[in-house]
């Protein structure tokens, strides 16, 4: 508390600053200032060959590769991206992690300057730096499958031991289905369907 009283308070900008110069580089933070002294109709592609990212918190991925085109228009920049890398996942079946190729395509149109826009439009922030990290994310989050498959015929896990038959089958005694639908078998086995015509 003494120490509160006496230091000045600190103005939001000056906090916004030092976070944006202590984030650690990241490929998809692009300073575009030099884009924007372009004519209109310049065009810049910047490819990206990346072989460890930490995207987010929630997201790290290998050998991402892709490339990012700038368009200047009057507007501003128009960016469009088609991004391909692998992260590691876990099979739905049999709880084996693998790697899953995930993608990013998108385009917008980013307005500059910022009195050109209207509400809800895309802009340039006034240090130039557009990040593309939550598009990104979002994008690779989105192209992950519901139930990732480490192979399009796993086995799964034996339901009483866990036993990964990828690897090996296991002792345990076959699954004798419901009882409750005993009689239904008892049916089938006695009088087994007629081949069709």
Request: glycine share 4%; with cysteine; aromatic share 8%.
């Amino acid at each position: 508390m003494f120490f509160s009283a006496l230091t000045p308070p600190v103005k939001p900008q000056l906090v916004e600053q030092f976070r944006t110069l202590t984030k650690p580089h990241s490929p998809l933070r692009l300073n575009v200032g030099f884009l924007l002294r372009e004519s209109v109709g310049y065009s810049r592609e910047i490819l990206l060959d990346e072989p460890h990212l930490a995207i987010a918190a929630d997201l790290t991925v290998e050998d991402l590769r892709g490339s990012l085109t700038f368009t200047r228009t009057p507007q501003g920049l128009y960016v469009s991206a088609r991004l391909q890398a692998r992260t590691t996942v876990e099979c739905s079946r049999c709880l084996v992690e693998f790697a899953q190729t995930v993608f990013s395509s998108f385009s917008e149109l980013y307005h500059y300057p910022p009195e050109s826009a209207s509400p809800g439009d895309s802009l340039i922030p006034e240090d130039m730096n557009l990040d593309f990290s939550a598009v990104v994310r979002e994008d690779m989050l989105l192209s992950l499958p519901l139930q990732p498959l480490c192979r399009s015929d796993c086995k799964g896990l034996c339901p009483n031991c866990g036993q990964n038959w990828n690897e090996r089958p296991c002792d345990c005694p076959t699954d004798k289905g419901d009882p409750r639908l005993a009689v239904l078998k008892r049916l089938l086995d006695n009088n087994p369907p007629s081949p069709p015509c």
